[in-house]
Each structure stands twice: as structure tokens, then as C-alpha cells.
């Protein structure tokens, strides 16, 4: 089985800080995304990337940046924590596939906290 | 922008009986898919159903398609207590990029 692993279940920090979310696969999948989760607004997609060294916007990008040094590894970076960015943070990860056609495994989740 | 909406938000149902959730888009997909939310973790995807196709079967799950009205819809037979998470649905575009877009899901709640 694929495992998708977010470094931390529970994270608080504070306002103006540089935050560091970690996801890291197992199973060799070109493609990995962050999404945050709030209520009522569903998964919004931040960043993905393609491809080592990759990557492209997602919908919501603003205050914040990616980095995939390693195909398995995508981080997730807050430049300047603000509360507005308190929220549940999943990543994922997908094969290539033809046609889009692949399914995308989650991670577990990060609930950050920004006070 | 959002591209799945979800209906109903949330739904309350006995054990044993059919829960049927629909999902609307509005541009143009190569496939739909729908995935499940148990409380407090990560999405699992549950079925996969490409844009030529009306129907699909997966266990107790029934996927409809309709690329004319852009809808699908969502059927748990026999449901379980076990089935009680949040289900979303998830499209892809035309467009060419690898991003999914997904809805803001179904609550349901399954009673024993």
C-alpha cells in the first residue's frame, strides 16, 4: 500500500514565525500536492508538483512556497505564519498515469495552528 | 474556483438503508472521482469514472455520470455504521495540468 506521511498530526506556532509542514512518500509517484481543509470550503490546492525541482501553483498560493529536492519529499513552507493560515493541511501524492487517470493517496494531515 | 459541489452538505440515514449523494461541475472533465473522509484523517479514494462512461460498480458503491447535465452521483447500498465519514468528489479538467478540483463534501452519518 501507498504511504503518504506527514511529519507532524499537531502543530502550533506563532504569528510571523517560518513554518516547515514535511510529506514524504514511499511509493515513487511522480506527482505530490499540498491542500489545506477549512470548513465549508472543502480542499483548496495549494501547490503541486510534477516532477523533482517542479512545480506549479495551485489556486491559493499566496504566503506561502514549496520545495521538492527529492522525488519523495514535498515540503510545504509558511514564510510569515498568520493566523489566516491556521487550518488542516493534507498532502498527496499520484502517479503520472495517462489521461490524469490516477488516483491521489492523503496524508493523515497537519492541524496547524498559528497563534 | 470551486468546481464540485456537493448535495445534500449533510445526510442522516439507518443502518441498512441506501445513502445517495450528488456531485455538479462545471467545465469540461476527463474523469470524475469520489473519495471518503473519516474524521480527523486524510482522504481514501473509493471509485474512478471516466468521462465515456455512464455507470460504475465498486462493492456497495454505484457511481453515475451524466456529461450533459455535468453530474454524478453517489450510491452506498446497505449502509453501515462504518460508511459514516465526509464524501467528496473530485474532477480533473481538460485543460491539461494534473490538478483535481475538489467539492466541499457530504457529512453522512450513518446510524446503528
Not at chain 1, 517560518?18 to 515513487?28: I, R, S
Not at chain 1, 508538483?49 to 515540503?75: A, H, L, N
Not at chain 2, 455520470?65 to 455504521?81: E, F, G, M, Q, V
Request: positive net charge.
Amino acid at each position: 500500500d501507498v504511504k503518504v506521511t506527514q511529519s507532524s498530526r499537531y502543530l502550533v506556532k506563532r504569528t510571523g514565525e517560518k513554518v516547515f509542514l514535511e510529506c514524504v512518500q514511499d511509493m515513487d509517484h511522480e506527482n505530490m500536492f499540498w491542500y489545506r481543509q477549512d470548513p465549508g470550503l472543502g480542499l483548496r490546492l495549494i501547490y503541486f508538483s510534477y516532477d523533482v525541482k517542479m512545480k506549479e501553483k495551485g489556486d491559493i498560493p499566496e504566503g506561502y512556497s514549496v520545495s521538492r529536492e527529492k522525488k519523495e519529499r514535498f515540503s510545504l513552507i509558511l514564510e510569515s505564519a498568520s493566523t489566516n493560515q491556521t487550518s488542516m493541511y493534507l498532502c498527496a501524492s499520484s502517479l503520472v498515469g495517462q489521461g490524469r487517470d490516477q488516483p491521489q493517496h492523503f496524508g493523515d494531515g497537519t492541524r496547524l495552528s498559528i497563534l | 474556483s470551486q468546481q464540485g459541489e456537493e448535495d445534500p452538505q449533510a445526510l442522516s440515514i439507518q443502518e441498512g438503508e441506501n445513502a445517495t449523494m450528488n456531485c455538479s461541475y462545471k467545465t469540461s472533465i476527463n474523469n470524475l472521482q469520489w473519495y471518503r473522509q473519516n474524521s480527523g484523517r486524510g482522504l481514501v479514494h473509493l471509485i474512478l469514472i471516466r468521462s465515456n462512461e455512464r455507470e460504475k460498480h465498486s462493492g456497495r458503491l454505484r457511481v453515475t455520470l451524466d456529461t450533459s447535465k455535468k453530474s454524478s452521483s453517489l450510491l452506498i447500498t446497505a449502509s453501515r455504521a462504518a460508511d459514516t465519514a465526509s464524501y467528496f468528489c473530485a474532477t480533473d479538467s481538460t485543460s491539461g495540468t494534473y490538478k483535481y478540483i475538489f467539492g466541499t463534501g457530504t457529512r453522512l452519518k450513518v446510524l446503528a
